[in-house]
């Protein structure tokens, strides 16, 4: 295992070796310390699956559907989960990154030491998905997406693009939004209690006051 850092979140994330792993593109349900590259499984239907220890790169995961089950230490690199469904996963000890949620559908997923870098959610769904540990996304686009019930304290949105992104009862006590643009961010100013934002991010946070306020601003 290794730590990363971002901002103050340490993130305990695996530290495979492709040599130790055996390879395979079969998806029966269940992998350990798989290597998986390149394989297809489009509109796959997974129930109760858990994949422990293995490397996930370039695999066709879209349109999916995953019911249960879990991530345990898995690296998953340029990975497609378009318009994929996640219901009641657990994800943790994981590092995402370049991967694409387009449209992704994730509905009480459960997320524990994980990072996404790089990672596009651009109209993608969270609903009732809970941080229970370290949790990060770091250059991550989540534009047009809709956030609904989630339980998110102390994770960090570093960074990140969250342009049209709609908040609604959301929790994100103590999370750290510093380097990630606050215009055009959609949520009631209740959502962002107790976050921590940099300087340059004040002019954003007024926009927002200002409209959730309707206020009028004169000049005169």
């Known amino acids: 295992m290794r730590t990363t850092t971002i901002g103050d979140v340490k993130v305990l994330l695996p530290d495979l070796e492709p040599d130790d792993l055996d ?7 269940n992998l350990t310390e798989a290597l998986v590259d390149g394989a297809a499984w489009h509109g796959s239907h997974l129930e109760d699956a858990r994949i422990r220890s293995s ?3 370039g695999v066709d995961l879209s349109e999916s559907t995953w019911e249960a089950g879990s991530l345990y230490g898995c690296e998953i690199t340029r990975t497609d989960f378009s318009g994929a469904t996640l219901t009641g996963i657990t994800i943790e000890r994981c590092a995402i990154t370049g991967s694409r949620f387009t449209g992704t559908r994730l509905t009480d997923v459960r997320l524990k030491d994980v990072l996404f870098d790089g990672c596009r959610f651009d109209y993608a769904t969270f609903q009732r998905v809970t941080a229970a540990g370290s949790v990060a996304f770091t250059d991550c686009t989540l534009t047009n997406g809709a956030w609904s019930s989630c ?6 949105l570093r960074s990140c693009d969250l342009t ?3 908040m ?3 929790q994100l006590d103590g999370t750290d939004l510093r ?3 606050l215009q055009g961010l959609k ?3 209740d959502n962002l209690r107790g976050v921590t934002l940099g300087e340059a991010q004040l002019p954003d946070l007024t926009q927002l006051a200002v409209a959730a306020l309707n206020l009028t ?4």
């Open 23 to 29: 390879a395979t593109t079969d998806l029966d349900g």
């Open 55 to 57: 490397l996930i790169t």
């Open 151 to 156: 339980r998110l304290p102390r994770i960090a």
């Open 164 to 166: 049209g992104l709609e």
């Open 168 to 170: 609604d009862s959301c």
């Open 179 to 181: 380097g990630s643009p």
């Open 187 to 189: 949520t009631p100013l």
């Open 217 to 220: 601003v004169r000049n005169d």
